[in-house]
């Protein structure tokens, strides 16, 4: 007669904010798996090394300052390997074994909350052990400030609330890290957001008695408008600099030669908005006498 062994693993915490999903997608990165060692403490068994392997897909490489990162960006799976003396400890106390995982939750450069670990989820038996399988995503955040490198790691300690089948409770087991990297298992940064900007001739061509209008618009990532300064010039030579005013601004450039003139629009961008530019063609007629 086959032994039913399951355990159903959930999570509880706090999320870092709530927010919209982001018009731009994130910037994929590559992510390893990566397997620490925490110490749990069992009744009569003592302290028990207990090995997780983490798993993340879809990690941002790149996330725009300001911008809310919706839930489900991407996805963490987790895997706790009890030995055969552990998992026969716990079948000898409940053939179903209910898990509540407590203050399981990842940690992106030091601050919590970015992993929010699904509850359901069935352990799978392994030869003589059992491994107990987690799958989370991380919750809706939004990045604050412009940083580099910053680490998605595991927590340093979590708390195995254990029930029987009928829910009634066994013990509780404290687990704590203590050997390995800390479950260093991706790194991103937080950038500038991207700029995008519409320009306009309000007349084109013009004659050479007259000075061309540039109609420039820029919005953030996020939609809103833009603010700094706004530069027009042919190569090397600046012609005007305006500041943007709730995300427009109008360019009075100089008189210019008969022909045709590149002109490069360029947003020279601000705290949270990267810079970008823009190339407009002026054609300039001769006037008649």
Known sequence: MSVRRSLLVSALGAALG??????????????????TTYSCTFPELDEVDVPLTVDV?????????AVPVPSSAWDVRATLHLDDLTTAY?????????????????LLGG????????????ALPVAEALDVAMAG????????????????ELPDAFTLDLYDGEGAPLFSVECEWWDGDLGVIGSVSVVKQSAAMTRSLLKNPVKTTRRA?????????????ATGEVRAAIGERTLVVRELTDGWVTLRLPRLAAGKHRVTL???????????ARNVTVKVVRARR
């Open 18 to 35: 709530a927010g919209a999903l982001a018009a731009t997608p994130l910037t994929p990165a590559s992510a390893q798996p990566a397997t």
């Open 213 to 225: 209008k540039v109609r420039v618009s820029v919005l953030s990532q996020t939609g809103l408008p």
């Open 111 to 122: 601050r919590p909350t970015v992993l929010d670990m699904a509850s359901g989820v069935e």
């Open 137 to 152: 995503t991380n919750r809706p955040f939004t990045p604050k400030t412009l940083e580099d490198d910053l680490s998605l």
């Open 266 to 276: 360029s947003y020279v961008g601000s705290k949270v908005v990267d810079k970008t």
């Open 57 to 65: 897909t879809n990690l941002p490489g790149r996330l725009p300052v």
């Open 90 to 106: 716990l079948l000898g106390r409940s053939n179903d074994i209910i898990a509540e995982v407590d203050g399981f939750e990842a």
